[in-house]
């Protein structure tokens, strides 16, 4: 029976004829950075009346756990011979569809007026280009991933088989 396109653990190639054909971690831009750093200065405004050197190790406490959430929730979208891995879902190649790619307005109207209730997310709101794939599982109520991208004619031509 083919495998469904539901949440499944990330998987690793596991053989050695499943190459890697598009592979991108969905990291966090510069600004976003930039805002950790504003949300954890704020602990030297509240624990600066105690003492600065609390202040700053709070705001330095502060900024390492916000740092650590950022890295293990960046998803990774990953395109192998076999396989279509979009954050934690996973689904074969031959029960994926057509994909394509949106950028600008077009890509607003994909997450937005234009959005199926019933499609799986992987969207950073960082990233403004989005891809849209569709799924051909019968079984399978998804009727399409839409994922952010910062490479979408990459992703679309390695899942169009370009």
């Given at each position: 029976?083919?495998?469904?396109?539901?949440?499944?653990?990330?998987?690793?190639?596991?053989?050695?004829?499943?190459?890697?054909?598009?592979?991108?971690?969905?990291?966090?831009?510069?600004?976003?950075?930039?805002?950790?750093?504003?949300?954890?200065?704020?602990?030297?405004?509240?624990?600066?009346?105690?003492?600065?050197?609390?202040?700053?190790?709070?705001?330095?406490?502060?900024?390492?756990?916000?740092?650590?959430?950022?890295?293990?929730?960046t998803p990774s979208v990953t395109v192998t011979t076999r396989t279509l891995q979009v954050g934690r879902a996973s689904i074969e190649r031959g029960l994926v569809g057509g994909?394509?790619?949106?950028?600008?307005?077009?890509?607003?109207?994909?997450?937005?007026?234009?959005?199926?209730?019933?499609?799986?997310?992987?969207?950073?709101?960082?990233?403004?280009?989005?891809?849209?794939?569709?799924?051909?599982?019968?079984?399978?109520?998804?009727?399409?991933?839409?994922?952010?991208?910062?490479?979408?004619?990459?992703?679309?031509?390695?899942?169009?088989?370009?």
């Amino acid at each position: 029976m083919p495998e469904s396109s539901a949440a499944v653990p990330a998987r690793t190639p596991s053989s050695p004829d499943e190459t890697v054909v598009f592979s991108e971690k969905l990291w966090p831009g510069a600004w976003i950075w930039v805002v950790a750093v504003g949300i954890a200065s704020a602990g030297i405004l509240v624990f600066a009346p105690i003492s600065l050197a609390a202040g700053f190790t709070a705001a330095a406490v502060l900024f390492a756990i916000e740092a650590v959430l950022l890295v293990l929730s960046t998803p990774s979208v990953t395109v192998t011979t076999r396989t279509l891995q979009v954050g934690r879902a996973s689904i074969e190649r031959g029960l994926v569809g057509g994909a394509a790619a949106y950028r600008g307005k077009e890509a607003t109207a994909e997450r937005g007026t234009r959005l199926n209730g019933l499609a799986y997310l992987c969207i950073r709101g960082w990233i403004d280009p989005v891809v849209r794939i569709e799924i051909a599982d019968p079984s399978d109520p998804t009727p399409y991933w839409l994922t952010s991208t910062r490479r979408p004619e990459e992703l679309v031509a390695a899942l169009n088989g370009a």
